[in-house]
């Protein structure tokens, strides 16, 4: 560059003196310079279109023998693109110790620099807004203990979500106790309803309550994440990994709200979520307000002028929050939710099941395809096991149901009957020392009202009173004969020629 501009300042017909005051070297160097580049026939004009380098070789070609080694800075730039943790001190390092008369690391930065500079890989591109069709989200990093418990002076943190829209950056911020699964779909929730209405596409960071397999071209959303998703009819495009430009308007309100909101906060302590909250919607309501420096207007005028009017329409119904589990099913069919235990179909045995848990309700739901299997009732007491009879193979829902008899059951079921069946049913139940030695026997005579139907099995149970016998062998005997309706005591023994009679004894 020096060398250019003393050609430049020559054709102004400056004198070498001014020339080396100007281009900060002795006179004599500008003398030496000028003289070769008049032997080499070149001019300002043919300076310019040539690199440093070039023009260095043609004038000082002595120079070539003693210019120390450089690496190859295309294989820098890339190791330094593939491995984030290495930093061009490791990698000057690893030059050196194979190239010990190399360049020094200063030069090494200075001329990576200039590469990436001449390659066009320290530019940006700037990022065009359309009104409301980005939200962008995210979490503060600071957690400052400002929640103080009132009954034990305990204090925890509280952590911040926050969000922005479109090309306002209008926020939203509300507090939570944690980051966990069910504040960040509160979190999501809250802010379309704080803002009145839907964009077109939410990015998020590739936080775990957010994205399960950050991938570059296909992230696979957290399966919660992709069901509120569906419900709002919005995009899930989460930024690529490190690369915070992707959601530079979040990154940028992360940056202010930390110094100028928990600035606000600090100092400052409270007894509950709420009151915190109520805090910092007063303190974001008046940061929104603010007049911006160098344009006009405020974040809540941009906002009601272009963000809010090309917004979506909330959806008639709210997002259900719930919380998302996956699991794959067990031998005994059953998935585990906070300490019970709920049923699905065994024959999804093996298979990775998502458990969709509300307030209300354990939804139980395939992951290869989404679609629900099963839904109980949440339950917070009582048994442990949830079971649907459909869910269970043939053998296991028989047993089931035998299992959910008590006396009181198998008596009321003898009564619908008949009195005769109600009466063989509560001797069975009452002979023996515990009411449940006879819950198998009870089971067994009131199914035979299915195989031979209530009129049969009341006729049998009558004999077996009328014998004194009261057991399941003396009814199934009894039926199986078809000697229900038989009785020695009424009837006489019909003539019959094959009957010998009395007088063949005598």
């Known amino acids: ?48 279109a040539m690199t440093d380098e070039e023009l260095q070789q043609l004038l000082f070609p002595e120079l070539k023998a003693t210019r120390k080694a ?24 690893e030059f050196r110790a194979n190239t010990p008369d190399g360049i020094g690391y200063s030069q090494f930065c200075e001329k990576y620099g200039r590469y990436r500079k001449a390659k066009g890989k320290s530019v940006t591109m700037h990022q065009e807004r359309v009104g409301g069709e980005t939200m962008q989200v995210d979490w503060i990093g600071d957690t400052p203990e400002c929640i103080v418990d009132p009954k034990t002076g305990i204090k925890s943190e509280a952590h ?21 699964q069910i504040q ?38 957290n399966s919660a994440y992709w069901e509120f998703a569906q419900h709002y009819k919005v995009a899930i495009l989460p930024a690529r990994v490190k690369k915070p430009r992707d959601k530079s308007l979040v990154e940028q309100s992360v940056g202010w709200l930390e110094t100028w909101l928990l600035g606000k906060l600090r100092n400052q302590y409270f007894f509950s979520f709420a009151e915190l909250n109520l805090a910092v919607r007063e303190y974001v309501n008046e940061l929104s307000d603010k007049q911006y420096e160098k344009q006009e207007g405020s974040r809540r005028s941009v906002f009601e002028e272009i963000d809010r ?56 739901v395939r992951a290869a395809d989404h679609q629900r299997v099963a839904v109980h009732r949440r339950y917070y007491s009582g048994n442990k096991y949830i079971s649907e009879p459909a869910h269970m193979p043939a053998n296991h829902r028989a047993l089931y149901e035998q299992r959910k008899f008590d006396g009181a059951r198998y008596r009321q079921w003898a009564r619908d009957i008949g009195e005769n069946t109600f009466f063989v049913i509560n001797k069975i139940l009452t002979n023996g020392p515990i009411e449940e030695q006879g819950y198998r026997a ?57 009957i010998r009679g009395g007088a063949y004894y005598r």
Request: proline share 6%; hydrophobic share 35%.
């Open 70 to 93: 450089e690496p190859e800075w295309e294989y820098i730039h890339d190791e330094l693109t593939k491995h984030k943790t290495l930093n061009l001190q490791f990698l000057w390092e």
């Open 442 to 498: 009870s089971m067994a005579i009131l199914q035979f009202s299915k195989t031979y139907g209530n009129y049969r099995l009341e006729a049998s149970c009558k004999k077996a009173c009328k014998l004194g016998s009261y057991s399941y062998t003396t009814v199934k005997n009894i039926l199986k004969n078809g000697t229900e309706e038989l009785d020695g005591s009424d009837k006489p023994t019909p003539k019959h020629a094959n």
């Open 309 to 364: 009017p090309m917004l979506r329409p909330l959806p008639e119904q709210r997002y259900e929050i719930a919380d998302v589990v996956i699991k794959k099913l067990g031998d005994n069919y059953h998935l585990e939710y906070d300490g019970f235990y709920y049923s699905a179909p065994y024959t999804l045995h093996g298979e990775q099941l998502i458990i969709r848990a509300t307030d209300l309700s354990v939804e139980i």
């Open 1 to 48: 560059m020096k060398i250019v501009e003393m050609l430049r300042l020559a054709g102004l017909k400056l004198s070498q003196r001014e020339i080396s005051k100007s281009a900060g070297c002795a006179k004599s160097t500008v003398g030496d310079t000028l003289i070769r580049c008049r032997n080499k026939g070149v001019d300002y004009q043919k300076a310019t």
């Open 160 to 180: 911040f979500f926050v969000a922005v829209l479109g090309s306002s950056g209008y926020p939203f911020v509300e507090a939570f106790p944690n980051e966990q």
């Open 184 to 221: 960040w779909m509160r979190a999501n929730v809250d802010a379309l309803e704080y803002y009145g209405g839907v964009p077109k596409i939410i990015i998020p960071d590739n936080c775990p309550t957010a994205v399960k397999h950050p991938k570059y071209c296909e992230p696979v959303i």
